[in-house]
């Protein structure tokens, strides 16, 4: 049902980027909630158990898979929300699975097949999110190791790709090349925004740029708008510069849901 949903509107995944606290993700999946009741549209609200790409040893990562199935369950019940996050490891996607609605691949291992089919193999949404080493077209070789694997509720995320050190740039041109294979695609308005490993010791980016990134999604018909966003991003533990601060998200989402 969640998949149709996505299929027929403009839908939303948003959240902080990783998970701190049970209080922050509340306050942001009220927001959340909020916003979808008010536009009218699909939302999944998103946060991660584990960072387990940071650029320093010594950044924080998050609760892990435990704690962090126990966190997203409490948002399911207290909000009606559907969830989802990323995973890392095969062996993440039968738990994760127990609580979440969607599963993500994140970008550096969307060519992983054993992680691919270990998400597949549980039935839920598939969100494989394009490599920044990968064109929009050569996308098609990762969601059909997910097809191949007996399910068809696959979503690919556009998030732009390498652009010489410490920088990234967004042809948008990928998103019309993976809506030719059939697929709902994703913008992710908030990675793209990044500068990996250009701020001493941890990614910086500009989260002034996200609105102008989901609206040039929109103009390449982008099916649905992935947006990290927290109520005080210079002060999040991970990925600051590039979250949305949370007071910006409704006037973003009013652009974008029609």
Sequence with gaps: MLFDQMRQKPFFILGPCVMENQELLYTVAEKVAEVGQKYNVPVVFKSSFDKANRTSIHSYRGPGIGKGMEMLQN???????????????????????????????????????????????????????????????????????????????????????????????????????????????????????????????????DRTFVPMMALAAKAFGADGYFIETHPDPDNALSDGPNMLKLHDLDALIKSLAN
Aim: hydrophobic residues 40%; proline residues 5%; charged residues 20%.
């Design 75 to 205: 948002v399911k019940e207290k909000f009606g929300l559907p969830v989802i996050t990323d995973i890392h490891e095969p062996f993440q996607a039968a738990i994760a699975a127990q609580v979440v609605d969607v599963l993500q691949i994140p970008a550096f291992l969307c060519r992983q097949t054993d992680l691919l089919v270990a998400a597949a193999e549980t039935g839920k949404i598939v969100n494989v999110k394009k490599a920044q080493f990968l064109s929009g077209a050569d996308m098609f070789y990762p969601a059909q190791k997910v097809l191949e694997a007996g399910n068809t509720q696959v979503i690919l995320t556009e998030r732009g790709n390498m652009y010489g050190y410490n920088n990234l740039a967004v042809d948008f041109r990928n998103i019309y090349d993976m809506k030719a294979f059939g697929h709902p695609v994703c913008m992710d308005c908030t990675h793209s925004v990044q500068r990996p490993g250009g701020a001493g010791g941890k990614t910086g980016g």
